[in-house]
């Protein structure tokens, strides 16, 4: 018992202080000095200048309105002389955060249920009866089959379905596109933003915006990068693609705002960046089912109160809103935490040059000898002494082999090494927890308040 005190009372108030090697070398000292500015350039230059390290972060909680606005007319033998304004080609008229807009368009006018020859193709072309069958409806047919061969036209037979007659014929998609005045068309974005956790608030119409200039404004991004009005035309040009070319087929636009905000600096420099991609970039290789399409029917009844109904498959562009973007303000808390990592930073410089450099019981006395006048050896307090001998129980410990010496340096280097990982680490989980939980929080709040609106 009384040995297991006296080992207690050793560890509790004995204190020992490494010892030092202070070594006269070029070559070591400007190895010491070039590892210790790279990493003040990584904690100076990349955690706290680039990274802003002594910010705490916030991400964007956003909401998102679109209205399009543009008139145009056409002129076909089906449709006749018809004008287009927003009512007909945004389809639906409310969406979340995008935006659908018809470009093009195949109608099938005045069909009714009944019994019609299907549109001909591998599976539907007969001679006879025995080459349909009735009751089956395939994937791709516009009605079920009756087990009848009627004629097509005058040269052709197909087989004969129920459905809404005449049946959709789509094997061609008109050129140039219907609506491609759509080109002109406008999109007005409203864009407001909320980083809850310093409960700042903006909106991308900024305060000194009026309402004379937001009637003639359209966005460029050299000469009017802040207008939130823009030209279609325009959105897809900035993408690297042509207008013309989308509206026949359609497709999906990308709208990216970003909300980058420094709010150590005034708000008014809280400012969005627009950017603009196509989400459904094509193949040149590989085309098949591009575009986006979808079909929709308006329905009416005659005179007699015979169902009718129109048939629209409409090709557009949807203009997808995207924002993103982060806000930092300064914290002590997180710049305490980078300072401390950098601490530790460089407290493996020191068992770095270790590695490269041996302990002096590991070596020879010939070499101590050759070099006393450039290697001092001493332990704290005795600097006066110039040199202390391989064999000086106050260098090597005694009692102790150079072997022994050995694997304490390395045990040393490793466990400084391990000790700084695991702090790194550490420091990247707390990060890694504290965004998941700011997620989780923002998605509960969102899903109670879609369950609020239902």
Same mark, same amino acid.
């Given at each position: 018992?009384?040995?297991?005190?006296?080992?207690?009372?050793?560890?509790?108030?004995?204190?020992?202080?490494?010892?030092?090697?202070?070594?006269?070398?070029?070559?070591?000292?400007?190895?010491?000095?070039?590892?210790?500015?790279?990493?003040?350039?990584?904690?100076?230059?990349?955690?706290?200048?680039?990274?802003?390290?002594?910010?705490?972060?916030?991400?964007?909680v956003s909401s998102v309105t679109a209205k399009a606005k543009g008139v145009t007319t056409t002129n076909t033998s089906k449709l006749g002389f018809r004008i287009w304004d927003v009512?007909?080609?945004?389809?639906?008229?409310?969406?979340?955060?995008?935006?659908?807009?018809?470009?093009?368009?195949?109608?099938?006018?005045?069909?009714?249920?009944?019994?019609?020859?299907?549109?001909?193709?591998?599976?539907?072309?007969?001679?006879?009866?025995?080459?349909?069958?009735?009751?089956?409806?395939?994937?791709?047919?516009?009605?079920?089959?009756?087990?009848?061969?009627?004629?097509?036209?005058?040269?052709?037979?197909?087989?004969?379905?129920?459905?809404?007659?005449?049946?959709?014929?789509?094997?061609?998609?008109?050129?140039?596109?219907?609506?491609?005045?759509?080109?002109?068309?406008?999109?007005?974005?409203?864009?407001?933003?909320?980083? *809850?956790?310093? +409960? #700042?608030?903006?909106?991308?119409?900024?305060?000194?915006? %009026?309402? =004379?200039?937001?009637? /003639?404004? !359209?966005?460029?991004?050299?000469?009017?990068?802040?207008?939130?009005?823009?030209?279609?035309?325009?959105?897809?040009?900035?993408?690297?693609?042509?207008?013309?070319?989308?509206?026949?087929?359609?497709?999906?636009?990308?709208?990216?705002?970003?909300?980058?905000?420094?709010?150590?600096?005034?708000?008014?420099?809280?400012?969005?960046?627009?950017?603009?991609?196509?989400?459904?970039?094509?193949?040149?290789?590989?085309?098949?089912? *591009?575009?986006? +399409? #979808?079909?929709?029917?308006?329905?009416?009844?005659?005179? %007699?109160? =015979?169902?009718?109904? /129109?048939? !629209?498959?409409?090709?557009?562009?949807?203009?997808?809103?995207?924002?993103?973007?982060?806000?930092?303000?300064?914290?002590?808390?997180?710049?305490?935490?980078?300072?401390?990592?950098?601490?530790?930073?460089?407290?493996?410089?020191?068992?770095?040059?270790?590695?490269?450099?041996?302990?002096?019981?590991?070596?020879?006395?010939a070499f101590l000898q050759d070099h006393a006048p450039r290697a001092l050896t001493f332990s704290p307090g005795e600097m006066e002494e110039p040199f202390i001998s391989l064999e000086?129980?106050?260098?090597?410990?005694?009692?102790?082999?150079?072997?022994?010496?050995?694997?304490?340096?390395?045990?040393?280097?490793?466990?400084?090494?391990?000790?700084?990982?695991?702090?790194?680490?550490?420091?990247?989980?707390?990060?890694?927890?504290?965004?998941?939980?700011?997620?989780?929080?923002?998605?509960?709040?969102?899903?109670?308040?879609?369950?609020?609106?239902?």
């Amino acid at each position: 018992m009384a040995g297991c005190c006296a080992v207690l009372a050793a560890f509790l108030f004995e204190y020992d202080t490494p010892r030092i090697v202070l070594i006269r070398s070029r070559k070591v000292g400007l190895m010491n000095r070039a590892v210790q500015l790279l990493i003040l350039a990584y904690i100076i230059g990349w955690v706290f200048v680039w990274e802003k390290g002594y910010q705490e972060m916030d991400s964007v909680v956003s909401s998102v309105t679109a209205k399009a606005k543009g008139v145009t007319t056409t002129n076909t033998s089906k449709l006749g002389f018809r004008i287009w304004d927003v009512a007909d080609y945004v389809i639906p008229a409310q969406e979340e955060n995008s935006l659908f807009i018809m470009t093009n368009m195949i109608v099938t006018m005045n069909q009714t249920q009944g019994l019609c020859p299907e549109i001909p193709d591998k599976t539907t072309v007969c001679e006879s009866d025995a080459n349909c069958t009735a009751g089956s409806a395939g994937t791709h047919s516009n009605g079920v089959a009756t087990g009848r061969c009627v004629p097509f036209n005058e040269t052709m037979n197909t087989c004969e379905v129920a459905a809404w007659c005449p049946v959709e014929d789509d094997t061609q998609v008109p050129t140039p596109a219907f609506l491609k005045a759509a080109e002109n068309f406008t999109l007005l974005i409203k864009n407001n933003i909320w980083y *809850p956790k310093f +409960n #700042f608030s903006k909106r991308n119409i900024l305060p000194n915006i %009026t309402t =004379t200039y937001l009637k /003639t404004c !359209i966005y460029d991004a050299k000469t009017d990068p802040f207008c939130p009005i823009f030209r279609l035309g325009k959105i897809v040009e900035n993408a690297g693609h042509s207008f013309q070319d989308m509206a026949v087929e359609g497709g999906i636009m990308g709208i990216q705002i970003k909300w980058n905000c420094n709010l150590d600096r005034a708000a008014s420099l809280c400012l969005p960046r627009y950017s603009f991609r196509r989400l459904d970039t094509r193949d040149v290789d590989h085309n098949v089912s *591009p575009g986006y +399409n #979808f079909r929709f029917a308006k329905y009416y009844n005659d005179l %007699t109160g =015979t169902e009718h109904r /129109t048939l !629209i498959k409409a090709y557009g562009i949807r203009f997808d809103i995207i924002v993103f973007g982060k806000a930092g303000k300064f914290d002590i808390i997180p710049t305490m935490i980078n300072i401390g990592s950098g601490l530790a930073l460089l407290g493996v410089a020191r068992p770095s040059r270790l590695i490269s450099l041996p302990h002096p019981c590991l070596l020879p006395p010939a070499f101590l000898q050759d070099h006393a006048p450039r290697a001092l050896t001493f332990s704290p307090g005795e600097m006066e002494e110039p040199f202390i001998s391989l064999e000086d129980p106050r260098l090597c410990g005694k009692g102790h082999t150079q072997n022994n010496r050995g694997q304490s340096i390395l045990c040393y280097i490793q466990a400084t090494v391990l000790c700084d990982v695991i702090v790194l680490y550490c420091m990247k989980k707390r990060y890694y927890y504290r965004e998941k939980k700011y997620k989780y929080v923002e998605d509960y709040e969102q899903g109670l308040g879609s369950e609020t609106d239902q």
